[in-house]
Each structure stands twice: as structure tokens, then as C-alpha cells.
């Protein structure tokens, strides 16, 4: 068979997979006939792997099989059962399989075959975790997304262990053949795995992961805490062994039956406390250091007594952490007493559970010992045992959203306790995460979509996203993601997004973050007509003024507007009359002479609707820029031959005057029409809406129900990738602004249509 280069071996994890009644034992250490089978599994699955992986080597230079027998060796050591062990061997089987999943399903059920396939997923996350080269910000992004992978699939925890033991036993490959172990790889390490293993109480593993990390990422420290621990080694070894004798003897004069032992010294914890409390080798008691195991808790406390009355207790170093357990369930008491030679003693006091549950933290909990054939998390078939093996359960998650929420106010710049996760805390149901193909972690919210995917790879990706193959199945793009799947998005060269992408209820977008970015496209289009189209209506003024020579950033600017789209989408709009450009281009009017102002004064009225300043009879007109109509606020500016022309107050064409003339200038105000005579003032509509058939039907339905009489109509459609915008100007005569106000917010609930206001 053909073989090929088997993916990095240390991140062995797999989401949340539950074995069968006839694949797995307890999963953890359960006996009886369960326990054969898994035993006969083991023997199956090494055999099945040793012609697969003999010879082979994974990308660290391990030799296969030795690491798979290293893992299994790990994990036997920590309790798990053989047919967890015999998973291992699967998992590496597996890159030396044409059709892995389908053959070890074959041979050793769906559980085993699911097993191999999302841990083969995980490896290759988190090599290119470890080889990207990118920058240290986005390795670090990406370190943090495959810790939150490992978070949103550890509901097993059969995939934690696995994952620590493979991540263990390659560390000890570099350090036993002296290779050069990669930083990345020990970084990884140290941030991931060893707080990981912190948070489940596996000591064991933890603190050989810190050692291990220690010696890779600071050599110098490393190789000199070594040295200085080792020119007193003999030394230490005899007072520590001293001590011991002398402690068993005076707990057996006193009738406490004890185990006590040598604790191992970890260099890394000796390291960090010299660092964080600024002390010497010297100073750091734990450096002879004992461990008392009794019959139970009442022993605690009586060897507790028996020590201090013994030896001379150094204040402030005890530590209640059976009445007080830690978060992640340690329990032990802890206290710092003076040896006879005047040199400090840590002891460890703790019962022969208590020290199980320290060494292998969860993975020795009775849950899993006793859980029967269901396994973990499964269920009991007898009594109570059921809730305590969900509380078992329980227990594991609370320190996994514990992790999770120190990680979140470290980021925050918090400091927050490490306990268990609160009513507010982090929770694994809100988010999911998924691959792309070349095996990049992308965290989304749960129920995203393979657009809300693209789009957080890529906006453009998004936009042009058209189809999405999920684990190489071509699937609707409103398909729900879930946890490690692998999504490859199909997208068109050019275009982009469909305006169905924003119906809620076609479920194409969860994320609030691409459903912004969707209509940002739209707006952009409809901004990108606005400006077309205002464009348009200028250049035509100036092919009549003859001005075509003129720049139009030149003309933008003696307009007051910082560029030439900014004139353009304004006139486009209808908020800019071309009439202000018109008065630009034309050359300036000599000043009228003083005598030719008629002295004005207060009329008395007019025949029409407007009461003004000036002799009887003057003409008016109502403005064609802006259609005043009352209850408008008005002014008037007096013309040259037209009588007054009325404005509406904000006008910006009567702002523009005003402050060029402001002499012509003259108030203006609504009068009270002739009784038997009804007022009808022309105002201009603006629509802007999605181009379609039967448009312009319906919002003239609109004015005709409601009696307006329109008068005039404008149409103009600006054609894009989704149709065409149309861009509508009626002109209605009304007798009161007020009543178009109501009809304006009829015509915008007309379907397409995305704006309709009063110019």
C-alpha cells in the first residue's frame, strides 16, 4: 500500500463521541465482563495498527508505533480503560487507510470510526497552528481558537485525555533522543494543554507538560535551576529521607496508620514561585517537601495535630483545602513545618482517594470507575448512581467554563477567581467551530450558515458566495453548521449578495456581523446609483452651459463639497438643486443701481394664500426648488421681474441667496384663503425603490386612494447586479403638508421600496 506522511501526532482530540454498550467498557476503569471486551479490543486494535505504522514516522521524527504505544502506555496510567487505549492505536492507523473511517468501522464500529476521523481533523488544525508563518498576533489568534476547539469538543472526556497524552508523550520523545523540540509546539503547550490538565486535577500530566514546555521555551533557567538543584541533591535526598522515617514513626506512635512519601520536586513550580515572589533557591519550602496518606478524614486532621505538636509550624503557609477544596476538586491539607535541622518541610496530609483524584484528577473520579457500560456521561441502570454520574459530569464542564472565563478577563485585563463558571460566565452552546480546508479554525455562532462562514473568512468571499460543499457534500447555504465540519465555499468571479440573504425567515444569515456587511453591499449599490445618476444631471448642465472643459472636483469644490461623488450623490438625491450650479457658471450681474429697491412696507394682504411685504397686488410665486406649502415655515426673495418668490425656510437655495443678497430678503407668511376657495400647492415626492414590474401602479394606487392629484412624474432606473434602483419624483398638489406625511408612510410599506420622503 501506498503510504503517505501521517499528520502531527500531539493534538489527538475528537468532539464529543459515545461509544456502544458492545464497544466500550466504562470508558474509565469500569470491571467485569466490560472490561474483557475492552481488553480483547486492545489486543485487536494494536495488531490491526503494528503493519500499518511499523516503520512509519510522523512529522516530529517519532517512529508511529512507538508513540502510539506510548500513548496507550500514558493513558493506562492515569486509569483509562483498554478500550480507550485501543482507540489510540486507531487514531494513528487511521493516516495509513485509503478509506479510514470506513474500514476501522468495519472492523471495530461507528464510535471507533468517528474517533479517527474528527481526531485526524483536529491534528491538522493545530500543525498549522504551529507552522503558520504568520505573525505573532495571528499565531497567537490562532492558538486561542484551537484552545476554544478544545473547549467546544471535550463534552468527552476521552477526548481531553487523548489529547494530553499525545501532546506528553512527543514531549518526551524530543527530550529522550535530545531532538530540538519546535517552540511553537511548546508554547502551545504551556498555554493549552498544561492549564488544561491544571483544570481537570491531572497533576500528573500537568506538571511533566510545565517541565517539559519549562526546559524548551527557557533553556537558560532551565539548565541553571537544574544545576543549583542538583549540587544538593544527595544532600536533600538524605534529610528528606530523614524526615520521612521520622514523621511514619511519630504517626505510629500515636496509632495513625500512614503512607508517607518523597513528593517529586517540579522544576517549573520551583521556577515560577522564585519568580513571582522574588525569592531564592533557598526560600522555597516545597523544595523538601512530604506526602502523608491516611485511612480517611478524620486521620487528616489527627496527623495534622500530631505534626504540629511534632515540629514547629511556619506562619502563614496552611492551607485548609479539604473543608475548602479547590475549584477543580483538589483536596489535601497543606502546611509548612521546621525539620530539626531548622530547615522548612512542606507536608501533604490527604487521604488515599483524595491522593488518587490529585494524581489523576478527573480520570480518577469513582464516576468514571463505576459508570457501568454506558461509559461517561452515559447512563446507570441502577438507583441514585444516575445523578451522580451526571453530577460526576457536571463537574468536569464546570471546570472547562471555569478555564474558559479566566481566559476571557485575562483578555479583559481582569482578574477574576478560578472557579467555576457563574450565572453570566461563558457557555460551549453559543458558538461553534469549523474548518476551512486548509484546516484554518473559524469560530461562528451556533447556527451559522455557510455564508455567515464565508464572510468571515472574507467580506468579498461573502458577497460572491454561491455554494458551499460541508465535509465535501454540496448543501443548501442556509444549512446549519456544526462542530468540526470542514466547509469549502464555491463563489462567482463577480457579484453579490442576495437581498433573500436578509429574510429572517429563510434562515441564510445567524451572524449579526454578516448580516451588517449585507446591507452595507446593498447601501453601497444604492449609493453607487445615487451618485450615477446625480453625475448624469450634471454633466448634461454642463454640456448646455459648454462647459464641459470644467473639472468636476474643481466644480465640487467652489460648490463647498470635498469631491466631485459628494456633489453628484447630493444632486442625485434631489437635495442640491442644479440650479446653484447654473448661477456658478453664469457670469456675475453688474450691482442694481440703489434707486431701482422699492421702499417697502407692511402689506395689508393679498388676494391668495400669502401675506408679504410690499405694496398691494405684488406678485408672488411659490418657489419650484422647494414647493412650499403650509404649514411650511417661509421667506420670501424679492426677483428681478417675477414679483417675490416664496421659499421654504430651510431651502438651500434661499440659504444661498440669502447670503449672497440679503437685502432681498423679505418676511413672508402664511394668510387664511378666500372662504368658498380651496388652496392646492404643488409639493415634490421622492421614491427610491428596487426596480420591478407594477411599481409605478402601486404607488399611484396610494395617491389615488388617498385624493391627491398628481400632476407631474419623473422616472429613471439605475441598472446593478440585482435588478435596478428607480428613482421616482411625483409632483401632487395638497392643500396642507401635513396630510402628506401620512400618505409618504404608506407608499414606503409599498414592498421595494426603500425611501420615500418630501424634497
Not at 504568520?134 to 467546544?152: F, G, I, P, S
Request: charged fraction near 25%.
Amino acid at each position: 500500500m501506498k503510504t503517505r506522511a501521517v499528520a502531527t501526532a500531539e493534538a489527538d482530540a475528537a468532539p464529543i463521541v459515545r461509544l456502544s454498550d458492545a464497544e466500550l467498557d466504562a470508558g474509565f476503569g469500569a470491571a467485569g465482563p466490560a472490561d474483557d471486551h475492552g481488553a480483547a479490543a486492545l489486543l485487536r486494535a494494536r495488531a490491526f495498527s503494528e503493519p500499518l505504522l511499523t516503520g512509519q514516522r510522523l512529522d516530529t521524527g517519532e517512529d508511529a508505533l512507538g508513540h502510539a504505544d506510548g500513548v496507550a502506555a500514558i493513558l493506562q496510567a492515569i486509569g483509562a480503560a483498554p478500550s480507550m487505549r485501543a482507540a489510540a492505536y486507531l487514531v494513528y492507523a487511521g493516516d495509513f487507510l485509503q478509506r479510514p473511517e470506513e474500514m476501522v468501522a468495519k472492523a471495530f464500529g461507528e464510535s471507533y470510526a468517528s474517533l479517527v476521523a474528527h481526531t485526524r481533523k483536529l491534528v491538522q488544525i493545530q500543525r498549522a497552528a504551529r507552522e503558520a508563518q504568520v505573525e505573532a498576533e495571528q499565531r497567537a489568534l490562532q492558538t486561542e481558537r484551537v484552545r476554544k476547539m478544545l473547549l467546544a469538543f471535550s463534552r468527552d472526556l476521552r477526548v481531553v485525555l487523548l489529547r494530553l497524552a499525545s501532546r506528553l508523550q512527543t514531549l518526551r520523545w524530543y527530550a529522550s533522543t535530545k531532538q530540538t523540540c519546535p517552540k511553537p509546539l511548546a508554547e502551545e503547550t504551556q498555554q493549552v494543554f498544561a492549564p488544561l490538565a491544571s483544570r481537570l486535577g491531572i497533576w500528573q500530566i500537568k506538571w511533566e507538560l510545565e517541565d517539559l514546555a519549562f526546559r524548551v521555551l527557557r533553556p537558560d533557567d532551565y539548565r541553571q535551576l537544574a544545576r543549583q538543584l542538583a549540587e544538593s541533591r544527595i544532600e536533600r535526598e538524605r534529610s528528606v529521607e530523614g524526615v520521612r522515617r521520622q514523621m511514619l514513626q511519630e504517626l505510629a506512635a500515636v496509632g495513625i496508620a500512614a503512607e508517607v512519601q518523597g513528593r517529586p520536586k517540579h522544576l517549573y513550580s520551583i521556577w515560577k514561585k522564585m519568580q513571582g515572589k522574588q525569592l531564592a533557591l533557598g526560600q522555597v519550602f516545597d523544595v523538601r517537601a512530604l506526602r502523608v496518606i491516611v485511612a480517611d478524614v478524620h486521620a487528616c486532621y489527627a496527623a495534622l495535630s500530631r505534626v504540629h505538636e511534632r515540629y514547629r509550624a511556619v506562619a502563614g503557609e496552611y492551607d485548609d483545602y479539604i473543608a475548602r477544596p479547590k475549584p477543580n476538586g483538589y483536596q489535601s491539607l497543606h502546611t509548612v513545618v521546621l525539620g530539626d535541622d531548622g530547615r522548612p518541610v512542606e507536608v501533604q496530609i490527604r487521604t488515599q482517594a483524595m491522593h488518587e483524584h490529585a494524581e489523576h484528577g478527573v480520570a480518577a473520579h469513582w464516576a468514571y470507575k463505576e459508570a457501568g457500560t454506558k461509559g461517561y456521561a452515559g447512563v446507570s441502570a441502577a438507583g441514585d448512581f444516575e445523578e451522580r454520574v451526571a453530577e460526576a459530569r457536571k463537574a468536569v464542564l464546570r471546570q472547562l467554563l471555569a478555564w474558559e472565563r479566566d481566559f476571557v478577563d485575562q483578555a479583559a485585563g481582569g482578574a477574576g477567581p478560578s472557579g467555576g463558571a457563574g450565572p453570566s460566565g461563558p457557555s460551549f452552546e453559543d458558538r461553534i467551530y469549523v474548518f476551512t480546508p486548509q484546516a484554518t479554525v473559524i469560530e461562528l455562532p451556533a447556527g451559522a450558515t455557510p455564508i455567515d462562514f464565508a464572510y468571515s473568512v472574507h467580506t468579498d468571499l461573502g458577497h460572491r458566495c454561491r455554494g458551499a460543499r460541508v465535509d465535501g457534500a454540496m448543501l443548501p447555504l442556509n444549512t446549519p453548521l456544526a462542530n468540526g465540519q470542514t466547509v469549502e465555499v464555491i463563489a462567482a468571479k463577480e457579484g453579490g449578495p442576495s437581498l433573500d440573504w436578509l429574510n429572517s425567515e429563510l434562515g441564510y444569515l445567524k451572524s449579526h456581523r454578516s448580516r451588517a456587511k449585507v446591507r452595507a453591499w446593498f447601501n453601497a449599490q444604492a449609493l453607487s446609483g445615487t451618485v450615477a445618476r446625480g453625475r448624469e444631471l450634471v454633466e448634461k448642465l454642463l454640456q448646455r452651459e459648454g462647459r464641459t472643459a470644467l473639472k468636476l472636483d474643481d466644480l465640487a469644490a467652489q460648490l463647498g463639497f470635498k469631491g466631485a461623488d459628494a456633489l453628484f450623490e447630493v444632486v442625485g438625491k434631489d437635495e442640491y438643486s442644479l440650479r446653484h450650479i447654473e448661477n456658478l457658471l453664469k457670469p456675475a450681474e453688474p450691482p442694481a443701481p440703489q434707486e431701482e429697491i422699492i421702499p417697502l412696507k407692511r402689506a395689508r394682504g393679498t388676494e391668495g394664500g400669502v401675506l408679504v411685504v410690499g405694496v398691494e397686488s405684488l406678485l408672488t410665486q411659490l418657489a419650484r426648488c422647494c414647493r412650499p406649502a403650509p404649514p411650511d415655515a417661509i421667506a420670501g426673495y424679492v426677483t428681478r421681474g417675477k414679483g417675490v418668490a416664496i421659499h421654504r425656510a430651510n431651502c438651500s437655495n434661499f440659504r444661498h441667496m440669502a447670503e449672497q443678497q440679503p437685502d432681498r430678503v423679505i418676511p413672508v407668511t402664511w394668510g387664511e384663503t378666500p372662504a368658498g376657495r380651496e388652496a392646492a400647492y404643488p409639493v415634490d415626492v421622492v421614491v427610491e425603490a428596487a426596480d420591478r414590474p407594477g411599481l409605478l401602479r402601486d404607488i399611484s394606487e396610494v395617491f389615488t386612494k388617498d385624493k391627491l392629484n398628481v400632476i407631474g412624474v419623473h422616472t429613471q432606473t439605475v441598472k446593478d447586479v440585482t435588478g435596478g434602483t428607480a428613482f421616482m419624483t411625483f409632483t401632487a398638489e395638497v392643500a396642507d403638508a401635513h396630510r402628506l406625511a401620512s400618505v409618504l408612510r404608506v407608499v414606503a410599506q409599498i414592498p421595494g421600496v426603500r425611501r420615500a420622503r418630501r424634497r
